[in-house]
């Protein structure tokens, strides 16, 4: 399958602090990038819609200041938690879609995120 | 608001078992469908994909599709405890656009 990568797999800051989670889609152009965050045993909850060259869309609920989506490159979307707090503590997610009618979605490996 | 319902389980079969996990779906525009293994900690992995009724078979795993009945299944035969983890059923519309998750089947492979 296409390969996602993901960077960094872990990140440990402090409060108050910024934060980039950087997703690349290796061997193919991806025009819509997903983030989502999962808590422990809970679902995968969908933040944002990430669209090449256009401001992303979030979900209710997600503030948009707080998580900054850039996907400036058809193989490169970055989400910023900008001033990370406790509440931030969390494992995010990217996934690109290969395009097209048969579309599939491939995720990264994913960001465990713990603010002190 | 299109959804995808799956029964969160935890379901657990004996090791050599057939484990049989099921996903339903709200929208009948659905057209492509999916199935996701999670294991703890990690990100989801696309295991199998189906776009046409009937069954599809890729090894230990044969996916089944029932558009009429807007359900889809995961078979997983002759179980191992490695295949211990969260299934996700996932469906996407005509265009493999609009990819809806369903929360998950939590499996567990008893040896």
């Known amino acids: 399958g296409a390969v996602v990568s993901q960077h960094p797999s872990r990140v440990i800051c402090k409060s108050g602090t910024s934060v980039k989670i950087e997703c690349r889609s290796l061997?193919?152009?991806?025009?819509?990038m997903f983030w989502y965050r999962q808590f422990p045993k809970k679902s995968l909850m969908l933040m944002a819609t990430s669209n090449e060259g256009s401001k992303a869309t979030y979900e209710q609920g997600v503030e948009k200041d707080k998580f900054l989506i850039n996907h400036a490159s058809l193989t490169l979307s970055t989400l910023t938690v900008t001033s990370a707090q406790p509440e931030d503590s969390s494992f995010y997610i990217c996934?690109?879609?290969?395009?097209?009618?048969?579309?599939?979605?491939?995720f990264g490996s994913g960001t465990q995120l713990s603010v002190l | 608001q299109k959804e995808v319902e799956q029964n969160s389980g935890p379901l657990s079969v004996p090791e050599g078992a057939i484990a049989s996990l099921n996903c339903t779906y709200s929208d009948r525009g659905s057209q492509s469908f999916f199935w996701y293994r999670q294991y703890s900690g990690k990100s989801p992995e696309l295991i199998m994909f189906?776009?046409?009724?009937g069954d599809k078979e890729d090894g230990r795993f044969t996916a089944q599709l029932n558009k009429a009945s807007q359900y889809v299944s995961l078979l997983i035969r002759d179980s191992q405890p490695s295949d211990s983890a969260t299934y996700l059923c996932?469906?996407?519309?005509?265009?493999?656009?609009?990819?809806?998750f369903g929360p998950g089947t939590r499996l567990s492979v008893l040896p």
């Open positions: 996934s690109a879609g290969t395009g097209g009618p048969n579309e599939k979605l491939f």
């Open positions: 061997d193919f152009q991806a025009t819509t």
């Open positions: 996932a469906v996407a519309d005509n265009y493999g656009q609009n990819f809806v």
């Open positions: 189906i776009y046409s009724n």
